[in-house]
T-cell receptor
Framework: GAVVSQHPSWVICKSGTSVKIECRSL??????MFWYRQFPKQSLMLMATSNEGSKATYEQGVEKDKFLINHASLTLSTLTVTSAHPEDSSFYIC????????????FGSGTRLTVV | AQSVAQPEDQVNVAEGNPLTVKCTYS??????LFWYVQYPNRGLQFLLK??????LVKGSYGFEAEFNKSQTSFHLKKPSALVSDSALYFC?????????????FGTGTKLQVIP
């Protein structure tokens, strides 16, 4: 149990285009999901906390207009990188917290974004 | 504020030898502590967690970790390393105070098991 599916696993896009990444909890409901960004050989940086039915909470320094987060249901959160640029190339990982627990975080398999 | 320190960027160990990956933490209250493993271009896989109770926590793939409150440490250990254990390991912490508070990750330790 507690599986999180992240799609796509990798994507290449042209500068100026937008890319949507999906994070789904397959066998549990997740009121809260988290989006992380990982630079090469570095730790995970929390970008935002996504809450079902409300606006996401962004960490300091993260551009909310560039990284659009939507958490429309208890099993799906999406991250859209708008007007992508090469510096947005990174590894993006989501995690989900099972509703009713406050410590069980399950991670998706990550999305490698390359902007050319 | 909460923080995690993994003092070693890389740990090398011979196959069959015991391994230890170090982690110390800082939180204002009581901690939830986690270890995750990451293989290249993959997401994080959960290994084990400390919530409360027994200080020695056993997890996946033969790994265990010991919670030491006085030393604020949560070192990851395995009695006998395998080549397949070679990966990037992250320690993480969050405060037990309620709600879905964010988890803070350490900088990661690359474990290299030498055949």
């Amino acid at each position: 149990g507690a599986v999180v599916s992240q799609h796509p696993s990798w994507v290449i896009c042209k500068s100026g285009t937008s890319v949507k990444i999906e994070c789904r909890s397959l066998d549990f409901q997740a009121t809260t999901m988290f989006w992380y960004r990982q630079f090469p050989k570095q730790s995970l940086m929390l970008m935002a906390t996504s809450n079902e039915g409300s606006k996401a909470t962004y960490e300091q320094g993260v551009e909310k207009d560039k990284f659009l987060i939507n958490h429309a249901s208890l099993t799906l959160s999406t991250l859209t990188v708008t007007s992508a640029h090469p510096e947005d190339s990174s590894f993006y990982i989501c995690s989900a917290a099972k509703t009713g627990t406050n410590y069980g975080y399950t991670f998706g398999s990550g999305t490698r974004l390359t902007v050319v | 504020a909460q923080s995690v320190a993994q003092p070693e960027d890389q740990v090398n160990v011979a196959e069959g030898n015991p391994l230890t990956v170090k982690c110390t933490y800082s939180v204002s209250g009581n901690p939830y502590l986690f270890w995750y493993v990451q293989y290249p271009n993959r997401g994080l896989q959960f290994l084990l967690k400390y919530i409360t109770g027994d200080n020695l926590v056993k997890g996946s793939y033969g790994f265990e970790a010991e919670f030491n409150k006085s030393q604020t440490s949560f070192h990851l250990k395995k009695p006998s390393a395998l080549v397949s254990d070679s990966a990037l390991y992250f320690c993480a912490v969050r405060d037990q105070k309620g709600g879905y508070q964010k988890v803070t990750f350490g900088t990661g330790t690359k474990l290299q098991v030498i055949p």
